[in-house]
């Protein structure tokens, strides 16, 4: 295999693929290993909270990181840290040896290896190509992940628990090791201000690094209004989605082989939603989108929590999913073709910070709901929760201030000590969206 057939962009697109399939397969497994160990709600949701709560505890360096050195060897490096450990926890239930405490361990280390890599994976593609072509790159990144994170991966993990509870996590750690390979064909990747001007550019320190691309997401009332928006849908999801092995092998009666499709069937219509995005998006807008991503999954919630029907509850997850899709391209689109690259992995975990910084608390959430109210209750109290958060903030996200930012010049907040030059202060003064003109911006997960 050499990078020429694949191409940069198809080297990127092969090591996403991938990790995407390890973590379909770990999305399955690891679920239905901690529901062998425990029943207790609280226990159960608490695999959520290990996963995520390196978003709130590396995010904001994990971003400094990806505008400090090559984003290819962050790739290579949080791919294969992946790889050793959950190859270590497979190693563990080899030998019959299996803990709570251990599963927590290996998805907390692994979740903050993602955070590196998410990061810098999602500041890479406008280092690869044109900005109009990014929409449709994203589309494609996404529906591949949507198929193999979601629609392969899943029921696959399944399968392997089945037949051994090691199998699933060997071949995650497989995939891993293969994303981290994968990377390697990436052109490296520098810096931008060492490419623009062929020379490293002036130390800064990284505290204030992590500090000016906070303050850019921060100033910028747009992107601060859809991060707010997609936090409140992280939380209710995330109150949900650990819960959700519990309702399959519970009320619905199922066996642990059918949770990977309560996984796996939503994926079609995030595919569906990746690849219609460029053709549904402008015609309902941008705004509508937002709406959709937050009262859709409301709806679902309600269903899963009121039905007894299978095939309507994986129906009301296909239609969520559809919604969530569409909103995470236009979201993921736009902040790459605003936010300047020497900021973008910064912007991007500052947002990040408070996306994904909701799924630990809305986990522990819904864990002390179910142990309190059950499991059905904990799905209802979903629905009317983010169904009333929708309210106040997806209104104050219109079509109009999106396109707006999207049009907007990616200005950048100068990233060096010392007075800014005439060209910066311009720069500053021009603004990035909302600077000047009340108005820009989105994003998702």
């Known amino acids: 295999m050499t990078a020429?057939?694949?191409?940069?962009?198809?080297?990127?697109?092969?090591?996403?693929?991938?990790?995407?399939l390890a973590d379909g397969l770990l999305q399955a497994s690891a679920p239905l290993l901690v529901a062998t160990l425990t029943q207790d709600p609280l226990v159960v949701a608490g695999l959520t909270v290990a996963q995520f709560l390196p978003w709130l505890v590396v995010t904001l360096p994990a971003g400094a990181l990806a505008d400090r050195v090559d984003r290819r060897r962050i790739l290579v490096a949080g791919n294969w840290l992946r790889a050793?450990?959950?190859?270590?926890?497979?190693?563990?239930?080899?030998?019959?040896?299996?803990?709570?405490?251990?599963?927590?361990?290996?998805?907390?280390?692994?979740?903050?290896?993602?955070?590196?890599?998410?990061?810098?994976?999602?500041?890479?593609?406008?280092?690869?190509?044109?900005?109009?072509r990014l929409e449709r790159a994203n589309g494609r990144l996404f529906a591949t992940q949507s198929v193999i994170n979601t629609f392969i991966g899943p029921p696959a993990g399944a399968a392997l628990f089945a037949l051994a509870a090691s199998a699933a996590f060997y071949t995650?750690?497989?995939?891993?090791?293969?994303?981290?390979?994968?990377?390697?064909?990436?052109?490296?990747?520098?810096?931008?201000?060492?490419?623009?001007?062929?020379?490293?550019?002036?130390?800064?320190?990284?505290?204030?690094?992590?500090?000016?691309?906070?303050?850019?997401?921060?100033?910028?009332?747009?992107?601060?209004?859809?991060?707010?928006?997609?936090?409140?849908?992280?939380?209710?999801?995330?109150?949900?989605?650990?819960?959700?092995?519990?309702?399959?092998?519970?009320?619905?009666?199922?066996?642990?082989?059918?949770?990977?499709?309560?996984?796996?069937?939503?994926?079609a219509g995030a595919i569906i939603g990746s690849l219609l995005a460029a053709r549904v998006v402008p015609r309902i807008g941008g705004g509508a989108?937002?709406?959709?991503?937050?009262?859709?999954?409301?709806?679902?919630?309600?269903?899963?929590?009121?039905?007894?029907?299978?095939?309507?509850?994986?129906?009301?997850?296909?239609?969520?999913?559809?919604a969530s899709s569409l909103n995470q391209i236009v979201v993921s689109t736009l902040r790459q073709a605003a936010v300047p690259d020497e900021l973008l992995g910064r912007v991007t975990a500052a947002y990040r910070l408070i996306v994904l910084g909701a799924v630990p608390f809305g986990a522990l959430t819904g864990g002390l709901l179910g142990r309190a109210l059950g499991i059905r209750a904990a799905f209802l109290t979903a629905a009317l929760g983010l169904a009333l958060a929708a309210v106040p903030l997806a209104s104050r996200v219109t079509t109009r201030a999106l396109r707006d930012a999207e049009k907007a010049p990616r200005a950048a907040l100068p990233v060096h000590t010392g007075t800014p030059s005439r060209a910066e202060q311009g720069r500053i003064s021009g603004g990035s969206g909302d600077h000047g003109r009340r108005g820009p911006r989105t994003e998702h997960s």
Not at 4 to 20: D, K, R, V, Y
Not at 100 to 108: D, K, Q, R, S, T
């Open 289 to 322: 989108t937002g709406w959709l991503a937050a009262l859709t999954p409301a709806a679902g919630y309600a269903v899963l929590g009121l039905s007894h029907s299978t095939p309507l509850a994986l129906a009301a997850m296909f239609a969520a999913a559809v």
């Open 84 to 132: 050793g450990g959950f190859a270590l926890l497979a190693l563990s239930l080899t030998a019959e040896w299996s803990h709570v405490g251990l599963l927590y361990a290996a998805v907390f280390l692994a979740g903050c290896a993602e955070t590196m890599v998410d990061n810098a994976a999602l500041a890479i593609p406008p280092r690869l190509l044109p900005r109009a």
């Open 172 to 267: 995650g750690a497989a995939a891993f090791a293969l994303a981290g390979l994968a990377a390697l064909l990436l052109p490296a990747l520098r810096p931008a201000a060492e490419d623009d001007q062929h020379r490293p550019a002036a130390p800064t320190g990284f505290v204030r690094d992590i500090g000016v691309g906070w303050a850019h997401f921060w100033r910028h009332a747009l992107l601060r209004r859809v991060a707010f928006l997609s936090a409140a849908i992280n939380f209710f999801g995330a109150s949900t989605g650990g819960l959700l092995v519990l309702l399959v092998t519970g009320p619905y009666g199922l066996p642990a082989s059918s949770y990977g499709w309560f996984v796996a069937v939503p994926a």
């Open 4 to 20: 020429a057939p694949l191409g940069p962009f198809g080297a990127l697109w092969a090591s996403q693929a991938f990790s995407n």
